[in-house]
T-cell receptor, first 113, second 115 residues
């Protein structure tokens, strides 16, 4: 089955800095890579996703890149703000197949004002 | 989007007892899932709740410990049976609305503490 590794487990940055979270996956059949943000006391919420036919996707201050050859994908947050502080999960799944995602272990992002 | 209501939001339970968590969705969905999130850990899929049939459990999870009901397309329950302190965790209900988006919607979770 799919295995998703996520690093770092904790990331501490100053407000305004950039943050990068990296994930690798094992199943070359995976074609859908979502990122979820979980704020304290809440369930995870999708913030951005990317499909295997795209190398990069941006949405305002967040971007995701995908390298299918190397089987890794990354989340980039620019101009971080205190409200970006949360736990971020990457995931990989195969849409059209067994599409239930496999999640990484999460990254706790702390943005210091 | 999907609005998912879970209850209880938190509970403190005694060892050996059982607790049922309810999940209500604001619209009909085909796929409903139950996840466990242990402190500082990732989201682990317990089972897929199938409407009108038995749930599909992931490796390491069994029906006797985590019985699941899915009486209709908007509601499901997860029971944590014969609880031990190791069952202390956040339990999350999730749905896939279908279509091409792939997005999962999650409830806010039920935080269980077993003494």
């Amino acid at each position: 089955g799919e295995n998703v590794e996520q690093h770092p487990s904790t990331l501490s940055v100053q407000e305004g800095d950039s943050a990068v979270i990296k994930c690798t996956y094992s199943d070359s059949a995976s074609n859908y890579f979502p990122w979820y943000k979980q704020e304290l006391g809440k369930g995870p919420q999708l913030i951005i996703d990317i499909r295997s036919n795209v190398g990069e996707k941006k949405d305002q201050r967040i971007a995701v890149t995908l390298n299918k050859t190397a089987k890794h994908f990354s989340l980039h947050i620019t101009e971080t703000q205190p409200e970006d502080s949360a736990v971020y999960f990457c995931a990989a799944s195969t849409r059209g197949g067994s599409y239930i995602p496999t999640f990484g272990r999460g990254t706790s992002l702390i943005v210091h004002p | 989007s999907a609005v998912i209501s879970q209850k209880p939001s938190r509970d403190i339970c005694q060892r050996g007892t059982s607790l049922t968590i309810q999940c209500q969705v604001d619209s009909q969905v085909t796929m409903m899932f139950w996840y466990r999130q242990q402190p500082g850990q990732s989201l682990t899929l317990i089972a897929t709740a199938n409407q009108g049939s038995e749930a599909t459990y992931e490796s390491g999870f069994v029906i006797d410990k985590f019985p699941i009901s899915r009486p209709n397309l908007t509601f499901s329950t997860l029971t944590v049976s014969n609880m031990s302190p190791e069952d202390s965790s956040i339990y999350l209900c999730s749905v896939d609305r279908g279509g091409d988006t792939g997005e999962l919607f999650f409830g806010e979770g039920s935080r269980l503490t077993v003494l």
